[in-house]
């Protein structure tokens, strides 16, 4: 079956570009230039996946994504900027968007987001259960041997032992558990975490300090610690199943 998806940004050759690398790969596409329009497309027709330029002119991409929640929460999005800020950053994450691409955004990296947001959305609608509470997100996971995270708490939990951490690990590890098993490179993990943009090389220094004192507090908790990789030369990811 087709999905729908929605490109939405004020550049033409960018929205031709996403336009066409997602047709050939067999989806219905419907481009807009302008928050506005996508606005009235999602009131009327079924979207399955919006990719949205972060920066536009009129209503901006965090704006539209405030908008498609309360018409279509179903709908998966991928923010796509070339700018990183810490407000669009935290308004991103709080939002619960998919995925957060800075452009440019090469073919393969696009089509990957998109086939794990449309998989998402699919798992969504055929499991009803989330943690909880009634979002779709999930804010409690327990592990086999009982360690519960509570990420809206920011507190880990098993038997006796509790830590409670702060609201940038509590960032970091949000990012990783909501995303598993995708690759989150150091720069992408400090412009989500830390709210500003950073050079490749600048990026590991940057959020170094963070992954240490984290896992220094995931120590207590080995069935969790062992999850959060680190994939050398590259970043981190947060790893299922073990």
Do not use: C, W
Not at 45 to 69: F, R, W, Y
Not at 159 to 179: F, Q, S, Y
Not at 210 to 223: D, I, M
């Amino acid at each position: 079956m087709k999905s729908n998806i929605l490109v939405v940004d004020d550049e033409p050759v960018a929205r031709q570009s996403l336009t066409d690398i997602l047709k050939l790969e067999g989806h219905v596409v419907t481009s807009v230039p302008n928050g506005q329009a996508a606005v009235e497309h999602v009131r009327t027709h079924a979207v399955d996946l919006m990719i949205v330029d972060l920066k536009m002119p009129g209503m901006d991409g965090l704006e539209v994504i405030q908008v498609v929640n309360q018409v279509s929460p179903d709908t998966e999005v991928i923010l796509l900027t070339a700018h990183g800020s810490i407000e669009s950053a935290m308004q991103a994450l709080r939002l619960r968007i998919h995925d957060y691409l800075l452009k440019p955004a090469s073919p393969v990296q696009i089509i990957a987001s998109v086939k794990k947001g449309l998989s998402r959305r699919s798992g969504k609608s055929r499991n009803t259960f989330t943690a909880s509470n009634s979002e779709n997100t999930q804010e409690v996971y327990v592990l086999k041997d009982g360690t519960t995270v509570d990420l809206s708490r920011r507190q880990i939990k098993h038997k006796a032992k509790v830590e409670h951490l702060t609201p940038a690990e509590g960032r970091l590890l949000r990012i990783l558990m909501e995303n598993e098993g995708k690759v989150f490179s150091h720069r992408e993990l400090v412009l989500l975490v830390q709210g500003y943009d950073t050079t490749q090389r600048e990026a590991p220094e940057i959020l170094r300090p963070l992954v240490s004192r984290l896992r220094h507090k995931l120590e207590n908790f080995p069935s969790l610690s062992e999850r959060v990789v680190s994939v050398r030369g590259t970043g981190y990811l947060y790893e299922g199943n073990k």
